[in-house]
């Protein structure tokens, strides 16, 4: 563990130490965290094939964002984190932290972030109070820079800061987990599935809490299978499949992308041929007495198309509208960038559904 304050690390300048190689004094970097080739082969054990779990990573987290990482399970989430976190050892490429290498300033780099790892482990015989001052003896955070009871204030868990850490409920664990990983008052955390598992209300309750961090100026990182979350918290977001991000852009971008609907329309009969009146919407058939249109939802046609469904003098049975979703851009996603080999033999170039297999989080590599 580290025992360098992030007060003097995070912000360490050039102050005679050419150990720290691309931040520079006074100057607060342009990324929070910058990634480069970042690529993770777990090795083969036992029966398991090696896996590639990160291919050729580039990402950039802008200094104050709160950015959303999401993938399906397996996508590499946790991997990629990992790495950041000095639980994982990569493979290959390149990771900054505010500035710092992971490699060649891996101590500024640790001390610059938080994590808070997917799978939850608190020490139930401790209370939230000596968890985060033992936390804080760990980082080297003198006792008069320590920020405990604040930080549980911050977090909701005033009222439990003497209570034992098992008779938390999961949300607040949740919450002390956050409150841990910022006791060194890391300019950059980061959180693995911050709400899996956690009820409605108390979601609400974490994303207030890391929106508040995230207003007062820390950089967030978060994975999340849950587009809705990425949606209503993140102001950018980065979608990885297979080890890959296949998109990173501002969520309102990303969303534009999620704008396109689809229309079913089930006719009286038979369809020998598109009518000409619709042939302008493009419809595909999808069966005799189907057709399919796929139009944007902000300019939506459906009207135009029941006026032409009714001038060529049809009648429809029934209707159903679909909207795009996050499986839906993965696949759209998918398709594009799967026109190079998959990665692994045997394994379908599918989206969304890929590999379900339970992830495997927290071991070092
Ligand atoms: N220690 C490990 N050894 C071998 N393979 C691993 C290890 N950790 C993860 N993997 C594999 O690497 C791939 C990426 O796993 P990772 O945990 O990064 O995914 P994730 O996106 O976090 O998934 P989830 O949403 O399920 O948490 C998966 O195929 C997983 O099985
Ligand atoms: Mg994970």
Wanted: glycine share 8%.
């Amino acid at each position: 563990m580290n025992s360098e304050t992030p007060h003097t690390a995070a912000r360490a300048d050039t102050a005679g130490n050419d150990q720290v190689p691309t931040a520079t004094a006074g100057a607060l970097p342009a990324q929070a965290v910058s990634v480069k080739g970042l690529t993770k082969t777990y090795k083969a054990a036992g029966k398991a094939p090696a896996k590639r779990a990160l291919i050729d990573v580039d990402l950039d987290i802008p200094r104050g964002s709160l950015f959303g990482l999401l993938g399906p399970n397996g996508a590499g989430k946790s991997t990629l984190i990992n790495i950041l976190a000095g639980l994982v050892n990569k493979t290959s490429g390149t990771a900054e932290i505010w500035g710092f290498d992971i490699d060649t300033a891996m101590r500024q780099a640790r001390a610059a972030i938080g994590v808070v790892p997917q799978e939850l482990n608190i020490d139930p015989f401790f209370t939230p109070h000596e968890l985060l001052e033992l936390q804080a003896g760990l980082y080297g955070v003198p006792p008069a820079e320590r920020r405990s009871d604040e930080i549980l204030a911050a977090m909701g868990l005033a009222d439990k800061a003497t209570a034992y850490a098992r008779t938390l409920s999961g949300g607040m664990r949740r919450r002390l987990m956050v409150a841990k990983a910022m006791v060194h008052q890391p300019p950059v955390l980061v959180l693995d599935e911050p709400t899996a598992g956690v009820d409605i209300e108390l979601r609400q309750q974490l994303w207030a809490n890391v929106r508040e961090l995230n207003r007062a100026g820390t950089t967030v990182l978060l994975t999340t299978h849950y587009l809705e979350e990425a949606e209503e918290l993140c102001d950018r977001i980065a979608i990885i499949n297979h080890g890959k991000v296949i998109a990173c852009d501002r969520t309102e971008r990303l969303l534009a992308r999620l704008d396109s609907k689809a229309l079913t329309l089930i006719f009286d009969r038979d369809l020998t041929a598109i009518p000409e009146a619709l042939a302008p919407f493009n419809p595909e058939q999808t069966d005799a007495r189907r057709l399919l249109f796929h139009y944007h939802a902000s300019d939506s046609p459906v009207p135009q198309i029941l006026d032409a469904v009714c001038g060529a003098g049809l009648s429809v049975i029934d209707m159903s509208t679909e909207e795009a979703d996050l499986e839906d851009i993965f696949l759209q996603l998918t398709r594009g960038a799967h026109d190079e080999a998959p990665e692994a033999p045997g394994k379908e170039p599918r989206g969304a559904e890929g590999s379900h297999n339970g992830g495997g989080n927290g071991a070092a590599g």
